[in-house]
């Protein structure tokens, strides 16, 4: 039972569908959003005319940029605890290579201290 036929049919008619949906243009065209052909003029209302202009008050200046002797105590305390878990982060990625090399270095001496023991 070869089962190729019947799956190439079963292509050939998904391509064949998808062929139809792209000729036809019609089907591909976004709904309009209005009702009113495109050639009338449609007025469109400035902003101005729908907001009244509220009374001019002064702009206040910006704030003065805070230097490090006026930095808030929440942000410098902050900015620490953040220090604190960003380092943490860097202590863990590497604690294990660290581990790793130090294990190394010990078995190498011990193997060392041992041969040379065992030659005495």
């Given at each position: 039972m070869d089962k190729r036929p019947l799956h190439t049919a079963y292509l050939l008619n998904d391509l064949q569908s998808i062929r139809d949906l792209l000729d036809d243009p019609?089907?591909?065209?976004?709904p309009?959003?209005?009702d009113q052909?495109?050639?009338?003029e449609i007025e469109i209302p400035l902003?101005?005319?729908?907001?009244?202009?509220a009374d001019e008050q002064p702009i206040a200046?910006?704030?003065?940029?805070v230097?490090?002797?006026?930095?808030p105590?929440?942000?410098?305390r902050t900015l620490r605890q953040e220090a604190e878990l960003l380092?943490?982060?860097v202590v863990d990625d590497f604690v294990p290579q660290i581990e790793a090399e130090l294990r190394r270095r010990l078995e190498a001496r011990l193997d060392r201290l041992l041969s040379g023991r065992l030659n005495d």
């Open positions: 019609e089907e591909l065209l976004p309009l959003l209005v052909p495109l050639d009338e902003l101005s005319e729908v907001i009244e202009p200046p910006p704030p003065a940029p230097t490090g002797s006026q930095r105590l929440r942000l410098d380092l943490q982060e």
